[in-house]
């Protein structure tokens, strides 16, 4: 692994929360980054790991989106377009299901390793094998351990095929592979790295072994991510030599080295903090919005939120006005559906705002007139620490005593995912330009503790069989008008009865030096593109 950059890092550690650059190299503080490098100031805590096959975290999935090459990717100013990356052509068979990719020829991954079929179908069917988190993705189509290698298959020395079970959307197949768990992986490398069949992912947890613009150097956890520069990726070089993103998670810290130039992107700034900002004629900002919804999940194995007219009460006791004028503004907007605006089919009706008598009347409905006590696991972030606790405020005034369990990213989603929380304040970024990436709150084929599939609603604990079923049917009408339909009426039944009180939709503002160019926020994490940006 190359070090030459090493010094730099060590550099950069050293800064501390105080924002007091190069203590180990004098009390002087940089006037600006280097020309070549780009520093950004980003919360990832909860970041788990950096293997394509099992990451499956917002804050990975940018790292993805810039190291890995997938088949397909999607056009950041058009989400609706998809356009070519590793596959030179497509095509689906007449029957809708077997779908042919043909590779650029030429091509080679970071090591020097040349991009084959080999890879891409190892790579696909190494994910189907591993059932990680992100698997589904790939499962959904019929694809199992048992039958993956007879349908992902290399036909050629740059040909393939991928076979569905079914003769769903084609546009749905093909968004679906431009996720990062269909992102390609270096065969050769990896397997040689292969420890007691693990099929490398013990090594690939920490290293890498892609094929895009900037490659993987270093991961600390809740420290750095160092990413160089690919020279041997296809196309346009990455302008920086390399990015460095330190883990800073107070706004205000951000804010300060940003004004001090001591980074050149701050992320994870509050509308406080960019207000402050809006006179400083060295910064600018940029927004987009994402894909990405913030909810609170309530477990249906948490006996009183269970009822019914408990997770109805719950939904009365946000203020959803005072969220959307504070906490949240210029950062979000207000939305109550399980679909991001921008989607097909998302939905901008809002029946709830804050009614403590309402609330009060539907527990005493409920039996428990006089409240009761729960928990909720909290990501310790802004703005969902300021929403919790606002929360927690509300929902006393109705009798709810609401203990806050914080903890950092990785923390709070391991217990969410092993459904052991009561309930849980999180979001989720869609994982490809399709309204089916976020049936995942509506669909639980299988409630089971050992279910092979665990959508939001399984984390939940809320077993859906009529409107699993709807959400399957979904993804295989292939008219979009009454496609579009078929989700509004699914969010309708969600809103009523789900155990989802759903927040806000992310409008992602970023603050960023003056003389950086081409810095855009992807719609989703993966298409936030540093290889892109350039200094004057």
Not at 133 to 148: D, E, R
């Amino acid at each position: 692994m190359n070090h030459s950059c090493l010094p730099l890092t060590r550099r950069l550690l050293c800064a501390t929360a105080s924002a007091v650059l190069l203590t180990c190299y004098g009390s002087a503080a940089l006037a600006a980054t280097p020309k070549d490098t780009l520093i950004v100031a980003f919360a990832f805590d909860d970041i788990i790991t950096m293997d394509p096959g099992e990451s499956f975290e917002i804050s990975a999935g940018e790292i993805m989106g810039n190291t890995y090459n997938r088949l397909l990717r999607y056009e950041v100013a058009d989400p609706s377009k998809l356009i070519s990356d590793l596959a030179k052509t497509w095509a689906v068979s007449a029957d809708g299901k077997t779908y042919t990719f043909e590779l650029r020829a030429g091509l080679k991954f970071a090591s020097g390793n040349p991009i084959t079929a080999e890879d891409v179908v190892f790579s696909l069917q190494r994910a189907v094998m591993m059932d990680k988190s992100p698997a589904f993705i790939l499962t959904q189509f019929g694809l199992n351990k048992t039958n993956v290698k007879d349908k992902v298959k290399q036909t050629g020395p740059l040909t393939l095929t991928f076979e569905t079970d079914k003769s769903y959307a084609p546009t749905f197949v093909y968004n679906c592979l431009t996720a990062n768990v269909a992102a390609v992986i270096d065969k050769k490398l990896v397997m040689s790295k292969e420890v007691n069949g693990d099929l490398g992912a013990a090594w690939l947890k920490t290293n890498y072994a892609g094929s895009g613009p900037l490659k993987l150097r270093e991961w600390r956890a809740n420290e750095i991510i160092a990413l160089e520069r690919n020279d041997n990726y296809y196309g346009e070089k990455s302008k920086m030599a390399r990015v460095i993103y330190r883990h800073l998670k107070e706004s205000s810290t951000q804010r300060l080295l940003l004004e001090k130039g001591d980074v050149d992107i701050a992320r994870n700034l509050t509308p406080q903090d960019l207000a402050a900002l809006a006179s400083n004629k060295d910064i600018k900002t940029t927004s987009t919005p994402k894909g990405t919804v913030y909810y609170i999940g309530l477990n249906q194995k948490n006996a009183n939120l269970a009822k019914p007219e408990v997770r109805e009460a719950m939904k009365w006791l946000v203020d959803y006005a005072a969220i959307g004028d504070t906490l949240i503004k210029n950062i979000g907007i207000v939305n109550q559906n399980f679909m991001p605006v921008g989607l097909l089919g998302a939905s901008t009706v809002m029946p709830y705002k804050l009614d403590v008598d309402k609330a009060k009347a539907l527990l005493t409905k409920a039996g428990l007139p006089n409240g009761f006590k729960v928990t909720i696991d909290m990501r310790t972030t802004q703005p969902v620490q300021g929403i919790t606790e606002a929360f927690q405020q509300t929902a006393k005034r109705a009798g709810i005593d609401i203990e806050i369990l914080p903890g950092d990213g990785k923390q709070t989603l391991t217990k969410y995912r092993a459904r052991t929380h009561d309930m849980y304040i999180g979001q989720w970024g869609a994982d490809y330009w399709d309204p089916h990436t976020n049936a995942t709150f509506v669909q639980n084929p299988d409630n089971a503790d050992d279910a092979k599939s665990k959508p939001l609603a399984w984390r939940n604990a809320w077993a859906t069989p009529e409107l699993t079923k709807k959400a399957d049917a979904a993804v295989l009408e292939r008219d979009a008008g009454k496609r579009k339909l078929m989700y509004e009426e699914m969010q309708a039944e969600f809103r009523r009865d789900s155990p989802f009180i759903m927040l806000f939709q992310q409008n992602e503002t970023s603050a960023l030096r003056a003389n950086l160019d081409g810095y855009r926020i992807g719609p989703t994490s993966d298409a936030t593109y540093m290889f892109r940006v350039s200094k004057r």
